[in-house]
T-cell receptor, first 111, second 113 residues
Framework: DAKTTQPTSMDCAEGRAANLPCNHS???????VYWYRQIHSQGPQYIIHGLKNNETNEMASLIITEDRKSSTLILPHATLRDTAVYYCIVWGSSNTGKLIFGQGTTLQVKP | NAGVTQTPKFQVLKTGQSMTLQCAQDMNHNSMYWYRQDPGMGLRLIYY???????DKGEVPNGYNVSRLNKREFSLRLESAAPSQTSVYFC????????????FGDGTRLSIL
């Protein structure tokens, strides 16, 4: 399984874009990058995933470098409700559905 | 639009007591999962069910049993609770065990004295 490295914590001003980086230098060609977040006392929430191309949905954008060794999750206009722990997960067919959560990045959105 | 529903939300047990945690999903998903989360740690997979009628062990299955009652419901049982099983338990579901997002419930907070 590819290992991911994320900063332990980050701050972001409300209304500004939050850019959360993730390194996954050992990712294999058929492994996807997934992002989840966990708001205090709630279950994890799926945000977005991608393989090679950049992806965008109503919550966020995912930018994956051309060599696929790193990615960035972008929350375009962070709000206080985006304060959470963000998990970057690499997931391939060998995982058989098993999400492996690391320590994640604690994002604090400040007024 | 309930998604994944877990019951109970909170429970306190004494060592040696038994307990079943219930999980139900209304998204017609084939696959379901049970995770535990301990303070300061990420989630760890206990058991999962790829489809109705099948179950498989995850990372930390010892001390637990599961039952996939039907397509909607997946229960987790502690036969003889131990303090080390004090944790927050999350149930999740997905369309299948492939490249499909998992959707989580809000958890059961279990304390064992």
């Amino acid at each position: 399984d590819a290992k991911t490295t994320q900063p332990t914590s980050m701050d972001c001003a409300e209304g500004r874009a939050a850019n959360l980086p993730c390194n996954h230098s050992t990712i294999s060609g058929n492994e996807y990058v997934y992002w989840y977040r966990q708001i205090h006392s709630q279950g994890p929430q799926y945000i977005i995933h991608g393989l090679k191309n950049n992806e965008t949905n109503e919550m966020a954008s995912l930018i994956i470098t051309e060599d696929r060794k790193s990615s960035t999750l972008i929350l375009p206009h962070a709000t206080l409700r985006d304060t959470a722990v963000y998990y970057c997960i690499v997931w391939g067919s060998s995982n058989t559905g098993k999400l492996i959560f690391g320590q994640g990045t604690t994002l604090q959105v400040k007024p | 639009n309930a998604g994944v529903t877990q019951t109970p939300k909170f429970q306190v047990l004494k060592t040696g007591q038994s307990m079943t945690l219930q999980c139900a999903q209304d998204m017609n998903h084939n696959s379901m999962y049970w995770y535990r989360q301990d303070p300061g740690m990420g989630l760890r997979l206990i058991y999962y069910s790829a489809s109705e009628g099948t179950t498989d062990k995850g990372e930390v299955p010892n001390g637990y049993n599961v039952s996939r009652l039907n397509k909607r419901e997946f229960s987790l049982r502690l036969e003889s609770a131990a303090p080390s099983q004090t944790s927050v338990y999350f149930c999740a579901s997905s369309e299948d065990t492939g490249y499909r997002p998992q959707h989580f419930g809000d958890g059961t907070r279990l304390s064992i004295l």
